[in-house]
């Protein structure tokens, strides 16, 4: 019997002989471990049972085992009408438990490779080497062109040499009447994979000038701000007496605070977090980096969740899913968040990308988004603005009376700074030489003193 936490698991039931069975008790800790239910401990252990068995007829060793092996054992079971709902992906657990402990050099089942993931293996080394893209940015691409080449094998075969521009064109049209809010980014990834076959020789001429131009209107969808009152209402649906209630108030908290991307609170790890400063480190789009001030509400329902709410595991993420087994949330699980406490609002359909949109509400112009807002702090300390910046002076207009137009105000001639008028409402000139009556604010001049430019 294996305690984790409050839940106990007993594997005393399940027999297990042959080369697995010394693993059986470490397996199943470390299930319980990730937040496996003890239903779901229970059943893998009986597969590792059997497969052990299976290798035991057959006189094979622990370390033998691997992906075909486990396809093997599976064939022989469906045909004898046993474990029919058991595909390879159910033995990954085990799979990755033994690799972990270097028992076998198993490797991740990735099903059998064709000439379609040929291609797109050289086209992804291709983004990744020449390009320099993003891991991130590779791997959509080639998602997103695999359904072309999948096309064509069906069709002719992976003969890439007779393409025609009909072909690429025909695949443009049926991509935008299927998928219409992708067809930009999936015309881009066909640009490449294009440009990538005639740079390795594959096609005599380059077929990048027939792909079609995907026509967008821009800003129709973007995203419309949320009020004030309404982010504190889908914030204020998160129930803090329970652990996912204080993981989704945090959530809400870092979206509509620091106006973060889904996928940037997604990644936030452990390490990023620095306490004793403040700050926080986010990773945005591609491998750009910011350092940002951890607001004190933010901190707050941050560490209400990392010390009452988060699994005790290894992972190094900080959100991660409620359920086992723990792992990180994805962007989608946090937009899912977000459209969950919109929901119980009553704001119907909200995505967390309109919190980001949201944060600018605070305030008038890009200068007060609560994100720059808060990073002035740290600015400062690099970088003092200047206190006369040229569009803060004033050009002398028409004067209110008779339309005269006032004559330019003639600046005083330096003079020595005085310690007893340089004081904060003093009528000496400040050390820098600024007219009396000026006080700087938030690093800007403000407003002259004379009365004919006052108005």
């Known amino acids: 019997m294996i305690r984790e936490g409050l839940s106990l698991v007993d594997v005393s039931s399940v027999a297990v002989s042959g080369p697995l069975a010394p693993f059986v008790l470490g ?9 496996y239910a003890a239903r779901t401990v229970e059943h893998h252990c009986r597969l590792l049972g059997q497969v052990s068995r299976w290798l035991e007829d057959r006189d094979q060793r622990a370390s033998a085992l691997s992906v075909d092996l486990v396809r093997d054992f599976l064939a022989e079971c469906h045909a004898a009408g046993r474990y029919a709902s058991v595909r390879v992906g159910s033995f990954e657990p085990l799979l990755a438990y033994l690799r972990a402990l270097g ?3 198993a490797q991740k089942s990735a099903g059998p490779v064709g000439a379609v993931d040929a291609v797109l293996a050289r086209f992804a080394n291709y983004l990744a080497g020449e390009q320099g893209l993003a891991e991130s940015t590779v791997t959509l691409r080639v998602k997103l062109v695999r359904p072309f080449l999948t096309k064509l094998a069906a069709r002719d075969g992976v003969d890439l040499g007779s393409l025609t521009a009909e072909e690429v064109a025909e695949f443009v ?3 935008s009447r299927l998928r219409p809010a992708s067809l930009p980014p999936t015309v881009t990834a066909l640009r490449s994979l ?14 990048v000038d027939a792909v079609p131009t995907a026509r967008t209107r821009r800003l129709v969808g973007l995203p419309k701000a949320l009020a004030g009152a309404q982010v504190a209402a889908m914030v ?5 007496a329970t652990a996912v209630g204080r993981r989704d108030r945090a959530i809400l908290t870092l979206l509509s605070r620091l106006g973060l991307r889904a996928a940037e609170v997604a990644a936030l790890r452990l390490d990023d977090i620095d306490w004793r400063r403040g700050e926080i480190s986010i990773v945005g789009k591609g491998t750009s980096h910011e350092r940002l001030p951890l607001p004190a509400d933010a901190g707050s329902v941050l560490v209400a969740y990392l010390r009452d709410g988060r699994p005790s595991t290894d ?35 909200v995505g967390a990308h309109r919190l980001r949109h949201s944060a600018y509400r605070f305030g008038r112009g890009h200068r ?9 702090p740290l600015l400062a300390a690099h970088h003092r603005p200047a206190l006369h910046p040229p569009s803060a002076q004033r050009r002398p207009g028409r004067g209110r009376e008779g339309g005269q137009r006032s004559p330019a105000p003639r600046r005083a001639p330096p003079r020595p700074p005085d310690a007893h008028n340089d004081q904060r409402g003093g009528r000496g000139p400040s050390a820098r030489g600024k007219p009396a009556g000026q006080q700087p604010e938030d690093g800007w001049a403000v407003r002259d003193s004379n009365p004919e430019l006052a108005g």
């Open 103 to 105: 028992v076998t050099d």
């Open 173 to 175: 049209v049926r991509e």
């Open 236 to 240: 204020a649906t998160c129930d803090e």
């Open 27 to 35: 397996f199943a800790g470390e299930l319980a471990g990730r937040g």
């Open 368 to 376: 007060h988004h609560p994100r720059l807002q808060a990073a002035r």
């Open 315 to 349: 992972l190094r993420e900080v959100f991660l899913c409620a359920r086992g087994p723990y792992r990180p949330m994805s962007p989608d699980t946090v937009s899912s968040v977000t459209a969950t406490a919109a929901r119980k609002a009553g704001l119907g359909v």
């Open 194 to 207: 294009l440009r990538f076959l005639h740079v390795d020789g594959v096609i005599a001429a380059g077929l």
